[in-house]
């Protein structure tokens, strides 16, 4: 992977902060809709650090642990 091919990807994930900020602007007035619209955020930013370790983890010799450590976390 070259270089630039990090530095595009970089820049596909930060562009997230972009379109944030372009929803906040009409979304100001509510603070509900602000709450809802941060919750999904950080939601997703969780899952997608989740989808990346949990399936590494799975291959080790703690494939329980981490079952039962993804449940509890679900579960919260």
């Given at each position: 992977m070259s270089t630039w091919h990090a530095v595009l990807w970089g820049a596909l994930g930060a562009s997230s902060l972009l379109v944030g900020q372009a929803l906040a602007?009409?979304?100001?007035?509510?603070?509900?809709?602000?709450?809802?619209?941060m919750g999904f955020g950080a939601g997703t930013l969780i899952s997608a650090v989740g989808f990346e370790l949990v399936p590494e983890a799975s291959f080790e010799d703690v494939w329980l642990g981490v079952g039962l450590a993804l449940g509890a976390g679900a579960l919260t």
């Open positions: 602007g009409p979304l100001s007035g509510s603070p509900k809709a602000t709450g809802l619209l």
